[in-house]
């Protein structure tokens, strides 16, 4: 098995709804994301596909209610890891 390093990008648009968010929120984000950066598939993420207009994405628990989407590019033993979308899982699965 091949061994990739893992680079992991925020998009604009994840920036500016983190930004949005209040502390709490933001201070799951960081210890998320931390976890996320050791062990992408650590349970406590429930990191799992999805599918029909976010096909393309994997999402994460942030909390109970709120989500990380997030999109994966494979090349060359490295995978960019960008993250896309941040909300309240009635707000982005609407």
């Known amino acids: 098995m091949q061994d990739?390093?893992?680079?992991?990008k925020?998009?604009?648009r994840f920036k500016?709804?983190?930004r949005k968010t209040n502390d709490k929120i933001r201070k799951f984000l960081t210890q998320r994301l931390k976890l996320f950066e050791q062990n992408p598939r650590h349970p406590l993420l429930r990191n799992h596909s999805l599918s029909g207009k976010y096909k393309n994405?994997?999402?994460i628990?942030?909390?109970g209610d709120w989500r990380a989407l997030y999109s994966e590019h494979r090349e060359k033993g490295k995978i960019n890891v960008i993250f896309?979308?941040?909300?309240?899982?009635s707000q982005i699965y609407r």
Do not use: P
């Open 4 to 8: 990739f390093k893992m680079e992991i």
């Open 10 to 12: 925020l998009s604009n």
């Open 16 to 18: 500016k709804d983190s």
């Open 57 to 59: 994405y994997r999402s």
């Open 61 to 63: 628990n942030i909390t």
């Open 84 to 89: 896309e979308l941040l909300g309240k899982h």
